[in-house]
């Protein structure tokens, strides 16, 4: 079974401290995807990436940075959270290539930013 | 830009009833789609993916079908049980490798 982990499951922080969400996959996939899940807005896409130090920005990807060194990992990174980054953050990964396989997602990362 | 849509946003049924949810995207130029379950604070799991040339997946009590065309999918759950409480959400792809765009998703409710 494929296996995508975040490093938390709840996370508490002060406004303008550096956040740094994990995000491991065990299956060698080749894509991974960060998000955030709203009431009211849905799952939107912050960035995701097609291979090792390579990345692309989603839909929102203001005010995040991300990190990709090993194929496995990929990191979320606020660089100064602010309240409004209060969310759900739910990691992806997925095999990649031409392959029309679906996302496997982790378990979520419940943000408070106070 | 693909939107994706999913109404009603909330349903209760009782237990036993079969039940169909909906979903409808505004470009039809899709690549697959995908039905996910999602429980309360938990991440997503996929239930069924359809390619573009497909018209439907079966998997146990659900079955998915997608008229590309018209721009719509639905996910029968034949049988229902309170086990099947949780959100579902339709999301679509726009070409190989290619991020999903997802619906916000219909919170089932299923009175035993």
């Known amino acids: 079974d494929v296996k995508v982990t975040q490093s938390s499951r709840y996370l508490v922080k002060r406004t303008g401290e550096k956040v740094f969400l994990e995000c491991v996959q065990d299956?060698?996939?080749?894509?991974m995807f960060w998000y955030r899940q709203d009431p009211g807005l849905g799952l939107r896409l912050i960035y995701f990436?097609?291979?090792?130090?390579?990345?692309e920005k989603g839909d929102i990807p203001e005010g995040y940075s991300v990190s990709r060194e090993k194929k496995e990992r990929f990191s979320l990174i606020l660089e100064s959270a602010s309240t409004n980054q209060t969310s759900m953050y739910l990691c992806?990964?997925?095999?990649?290539?031409?392959?029309?396989?679906?996302?496997?997602f982790g378990p979520g990362t419940r943000l408070t930013v106070l | 830009k693909q939107e994706v849509t999913q109404i009603p946003a909330a349903l209760s049924v009782p237990e036993g009833e079969n039940l169909v949810l909906n979903c409808s995207f505004t470009?039809?130029?899709?690549?697959?789609l995908q039905w996910f379950r999602q429980d309360p604070g938990k991440g997503l799991t996929s239930l069924l993916l359809?390619?573009?040339?497909?018209r439907e997946q079966t998997s146990g009590r659900l079955n998915a079908s997608l008229d590309k065309s018209s721009g719509r999918s639905t996910l029968y759950i034949a049988a229902s049980q309170p086990g099947d409480s949780a959100t579902y959400l339709c999301?679509?792809?726009?070409?190989?490798?290619?991020?999903?765009?997802f619906g916000k998703g219909i919170t089932l409710s299923v009175r035993p």
């Open positions: 992806a990964s997925s095999p990649g290539g031409l392959r029309t396989d679906t996302q496997y």
């Open positions: 299956m060698d996939h080749e894509n």
């Open positions: 990436s097609y291979d090792v130090k390579m990345k």
């Open positions: 470009d039809s130029a899709i690549y697959n």
């Open positions: 359809i390619q573009s040339s497909q």
């Open positions: 999301a679509v792809s726009g070409g190989a490798n290619s991020k999903l765009t």
